[in-house]
């Protein structure tokens, strides 16, 4: 017997109800889920960040080579799997397409590698050229080039040699030097137009710099090498006089490092006899790294700043101009083939 008392049939029309509405709220879902747009994990953080590490490699390249080569191996990882993934599929369903996997390639190849690397390599030049407002008159690579000389001249001479005769050292030294310059003035001077654009452009250490200042500021950059020659001698002469007090110009950490190398120089035999005239030689040549080191470190903070400014101009760049008027058409690919393979870089502008 059907029961149709007034409590039965309220508490049955609840229930339908509810049912209808689990059923609507699925259906709901499900066309959601349907028109969800894609989602690209690789434009993820941290996984995007693998994309940046080449640049950050390059801008950190002149002070640390190693390093620098090693950031290049993840962000290679990134493109080949962004490439492969735009290649692969067009975000509804797989279907490869040649065309698609080599107009990422060329973003990619253009935002995150030839300009990024543009943009740190500027950034050290104007740093570079900034310097010449400073004290020193000279820009950093000047700077650097001619450090990095006096460090090999000094290299290949005993200093305790030279211990009364600082003169002697500065009028030898000034003779190698001006050879240098000159040598770097004719590089400079002879070097095709073509060439000086690559350099100015790609180049990171731009040596030419000497060159091309040595043609107006030679007594500049004498003035500024003597002066680390003074700073030499001056520890030099504090060591030799008194090894257990540390001379002003050097860094605790340096004057450790003097007494750890007279005491290995102690131990052996073959340099026993001029232990502390080796160690102080050596301190030496480490305390003028450490001021190469101290002239690279403001390049690198100049490619860090031009890159900081410089990476989303460089991508709305890449995206708006060289993808959508130049390659997209040469490659014949339509609107919605372009929205599709640039969904993920749209997200991240």
Known sequence: MINLTPNYIAV?????????????NLAFEKTAKKTRPYNDPLMKWPIRGLAFTNDI?????DIAPKLGTLLWYPAMMYFGADIYDKYRNNKEAYDPNARRGLSQAIFQAFASVIFPIVAVHTGQKIASVMARKSDTKLSLQSQEEASRFLQDF??????YKYANNKDGFKEEFKTSLDNFIDNKTREHENKNVLKRFFNLIFGSRHPEEMGKEGLNKREIIHDYVNKRIDDMFEIRAALASDENTRPTKLSEKLFKEFKGL??????DPNFKQYAKDYAIKDVIKSYGDSQIFKVKMKKTLGGFIALGLLIKPIDMFVENVIMRKIVEPQLGINHEEAKQVENFKKRNL
């Open 262 to 267: 007279k005491e290995k120089y102690l131990k």
């Open 57 to 61: 490699g390059a801008a950190v390249m």
């Open 12 to 24: 049955s029309f609840k229930e339908n109800l509810q049912n209808k509405d689990a059923n609507a």
């Open 154 to 159: 000094m290299s290949r001479r005993k200093l």
